[in-house]
T-cell receptor, first 114, second 113 residues
Framework: NAGVTQTPKFQVLKTGQSMTLQCAQDMNHEYMSWYRQDPGMGLRLIHYSVGAGITDQGEVPNGYNVSRSTTEDFPLRLLSAAPSQTSVYFC?????????????FGPGTRLTVL | AQSVSQHNHHVILSEAASLELGCNYSYGGTVNLFWYVQYPGQHLQLLLKYFSGDPLVKGIKGFEAEFIKSKFSFNLRKPSVQWSDTAEYFCAVNNHNTGKLIFGQGTTLQVKP
């Protein structure tokens, strides 16, 4: 199993550009999430999905879109990048909330918006 | 709204010192509790988790945490830290109803050799 994979690892954008951060998991997990990590603020939930075709907003959804057409993939789209979106982005997946379920995190994407 | 608060933002200890990192959460329902660690340049790894049963949870690398329901707390402890424990530590709470995982602000631990 590759676990949770993210591409790209690094990205530099200019203000106003759009891009998609890719996330895929091969564990057949229903739950997938996107977080951003900023110094002193921990990880903040952007969007999450409880299954294919179902998405919902987290704490900081503005400026980001997601879709979940398959169980495996959960791309994060920046519609018009802003310097405030400079951050490290982590994708995560889990099998749910019960029993021994826990989040598995991807390696992260470091995004800089100039 | 559900929130997680970590009291210490930056902790500096000498090797062999004891560690306790505070974590409190605000949510009255059923929750799952986690501590994650992020070593420099690496992504998040699970240290330990609490779902049910014994409120004293043992994790990897000698870490443990105690869930005190009446205090809404899940503090992380280690009797004797090592230089290799230098990392950022995150407490997280998962809401049973929504499945959302909410993180605290993180605590940076620096262990001096």
């Amino acid at each position: 199993n590759a676990g949770v994979t993210q591409t790209p690892k690094f990205q530099v954008l200019k203000t106003g550009q759009s891009m998609t951060l890719q996330c895929a998991q091969d564990m057949n997990h229903e739950y997938m999430s996107w977080y951003r990590q900023d110094p002193g603020m921990g990880l903040r939930l952007i969007h999450y999905s409880v299954g294919a075709g179902i998405t919902d907003q987290g704490e900081v959804p503005n400026g980001y879109n997601v879709s979940r057409s398959t169980t495996e993939d959960f791309p994060l789209r920046l519609l018009s990048a802003a310097p405030s979106q400079t951050s490290v982005y982590f994708c995560a997946s889990s099998s749910g909330t019960s029993g021994g379920a826990r989040e598995f995190f991807g390696p992260g994407t470091r995004l800089t918006v100039l | 709204a559900q929130s997680v608060s970590q009291h210490n933002h930056h902790v500096i200890l000498s090797e062999a010192a004891s560690l306790e990192l505070g974590c409190n959460y605000s949510y009255g329902g059923t929750v799952n509790l986690f501590w994650y660690v992020q070593y420099p340049g690496q992504h998040l790894q699970l240290l330990l988790k609490y779902f049910s049963g014994d409120p004293l949870v043992k994790g990897i690398k000698g870490f443990e945490a105690e869930f005190i329901k009446s205090k809404f707390s899940f503090n992380l402890r280690k009797p004797s830290v090592q230089w290799s424990d230098t990392a950022e530590y995150f407490c997280a709470v998962n809401n049973h109803n929504t499945g959302k995982l909410i993180f605290g602000q993180g605590t940076t631990l620096q262990v001096k050799p």
